[in-house]
């Protein structure tokens, strides 16, 4: 090669590396990749054409791009980068399902160390396939035992990527154990580390989307929403990058549903899964537009919303189980949450499904159920000191209060839930919040303190859209309207109406298009509320009090 070949190369490779730490990923993998096909990347350089590709969101060039780097540093006999380039492709692999493949990669990287005698940074990335591996079965305190000693390797060794995927890792786990000030103190000097511009823009963006899950599941919703707003100008400044870009939409698309901003949030849900076919994004993309639809009473694009939801392996519960009480299909509501919460041992997951369970249980008359899974929820709330997870549990407990017609516990459940709320910025459960504690006050003969409420509450479902509940809101401001005694819901009241026009219990749910359990269920809590034993007592008893 002549000298002036040579220094053409060093030229083009000088640009390639510029155009990298400019992030300006096309260029940077357009000059990058003419250098390998001409066999004139070194190792190095090689590995970071694979973080380019994966930028532009070529999965399977990364991967091959990570091999050859392998075998160019094996070539030269460098064998603890070698190591670690092994490592990072079994961490690549078995995040993506392919765990065979995964386990060659990490014999490779472990063979290597074992050959040389002093301990090194690729050590801790020898344990993160294996902090991964306790992530899927569900060990989490294996996981946070791993991962902390992993990124006290990276922390000796001064790598700011390990020390940042480890860290993060750890901190997730310890999220799903309840381990909450402790996790979000390790959270936030993670993001102090990626945003300080430390790490990698690979593990920039990955660590950027691991916390903001870890957020989004632990409902830390302020958290949220400012490292949501720092990804979104993170990825702004990228024109060209591909990777990560339908996570930030999705998760922004959450966040914008919580703040009341809907249209915009069907707008990031429907860019998100354009973009991706499957999995856990496309999954939660559908979930946010389903919720919308939901609210706004779009009962059929809400129906196929979170039919989306199941088919690309996600939850649609507890909003498909609320879709169907709103539809009147009490029976499908009460199995399909029930089953939701059957399966779910999760804690994240469990606080999750909750709220919905106590909705549907007070609703449908299964008030026990409601009050123990009220006890949980509180649990919950109280061991992880989470604004929103104490907020649902005093929304629930004011829910169930109301029911059990204790109308002054119901409104000081409920008062605690507004301030929450509102502290949060989350308009919807505040509307939702001030409705139920209208009732309350209805209840307690407070007239105008309720109507302050409640047209409030409709405020804030018009501003939002939300038509079915600015309806409900309707008919309970309506001044020939007054509250129903002895705490029946509007269900019981439509059943005990048919009860005392003479229907029997079959007909009444051919009627009402329920099953005959679920009437028989309502017929015991009227005469439980009404404190009657008969049919005739419950009619008499309805009729002196015109409840129906």
Request: hydrophobic content about 45%; proline content about 3%; overall charge negative.
């Amino acid at each position: 090669m002549t000298s002036q070949e040579n220094a053409d190369l060093t030229g083009s490779l000088e640009q390639a590396r510029a155009a990298y730490l400019a992030s300006e990923w096309r260029a940077a993998y357009t000059a990058f990749k003419e250098l390998d096909d001409r066999g004139a990347l070194p190792p190095g350089d090689i590995e970071v054409l694979a973080m380019v590709s994966f930028m532009l969101g070529n999965v399977g060039e990364m991967l091959g791009a990570q091999e050859r780097a392998f075998h160019a540093y094996m070539g030269e006999g460098q064998k603890l980068p070698a190591a670690r380039v092994a490592l990072w492709t079994a961490s690549n692999l078995a995040s993506r399902g392919k765990f065979a493949d995964a386990s060659g990669w990490v014999e490779r990287g472990q063979r290597l160390l074992e050959s040389t005698a002093e301990p090194s940074v690729a050590h801790g990335y020898l344990l993160m396939p294996q902090a991964l591996r306790h992530v899927m079965s569900h060990e989490l305190e294996q996981v946070v035992s791993v991962a902390a000693e992993a990124a006290a390797i990276g922390r000796q060794f001064m790598d700011r990527n390990l020390e940042a995927l480890a860290a993060q890792t750890q901190a997730r786990a310890l999220l799903h154990l309840g381990q909450t000030a402790t996790a979000f103190r390790l959270l936030d000097e993670v993001m102090l580390s990626v945003r300080a511009g430390d790490c990698s823009p690979m593990v920039t963006g990955l660590v950027y989307c691991a916390v903001l899950e870890g957020c989004y599941e632990a409902h830390e919703v302020r958290r949220a929403a400012d490292w949501t707003d720092l990804l979104v100008e993170w990825c702004g400044c990228q024109p060209d990058l591909v990777a990560f870009t339908d996570q930030c939409l999705a998760h922004r698309s959450e966040i914008l549903r919580l703040q009341g901003e809907w249209n915009s949030a069907l707008t990031a849900a429907q860019r998100s899964h354009e973009n991706v076919a499957r999995g856990s994004v496309a999954a939660q993309a559908h979930y946010q537009q389903a919720e919308v639809y939901r609210l706004r009473g779009e009962f059929g694009l809400a129906e196929q919303a979170f039919e989306q939801v199941a088919l690309k392996g996600g939850e649609p519960q507890p909003g498909l189980a609320c879709l169907r009480l709103s539809q009147g299909n009490e029976d499908a509501a009460v199995a399909s949450i029930r089953r939701a919460l059957l399966e779910s041992t999760d804690l994240l997951d469990r606080v999750r499904l909750l709220p919905g369970f106590v909705r549907v249980m007070v609703e449908t008359g299964y008030l026990d159920d409601a009050s123990r899974a009220i006890g949980e929820l509180a649990a919950i709330a109280e061991q992880t000191r989470i604004e929103v997870h104490l907020g649902w549990a005093a929304q629930a407990a004011g829910v169930l209060f109301l029911a059990l017609s204790k109308p002054v516990e119901a409104a000081s459940s409920l008062r605690k839930a507004m301030e929450i709320w509102q502290e949060v910025g989350m308009p919807y459960e505040l509307a939702l919040t001030r409705k139920h504690l209208g009732q309350a006050l209805l209840v307690m003969g407070d007239e105008e303190g309720a109507q302050i409420q409640l047209q409030a509450a409709k405020g804030g479902f018009v501003a939002l859209g939300a038509t079915p509940d600015a309806l409900a809101v309707d008919w309970l401001s309506a001044p020939d309207v007054q509250p129903r005694p002895f705490g029946l819901t509007e269900r019981e009241v439509e059943v005990l109406a048919k009860l005392a026009s003479g229907a029997t219990n079959r007909a009444i749910a051919e009627d009402l298009v329920l099953s005959e359990r679920t009437i028989d269920r309502h017929v015991s809590n009227i005469f439980t509320k009404l404190g009657v034993s008969t049919r005739s007592a419950a009619t008499a008893q309805a009729i002196r009090n015109d409840v129906v």
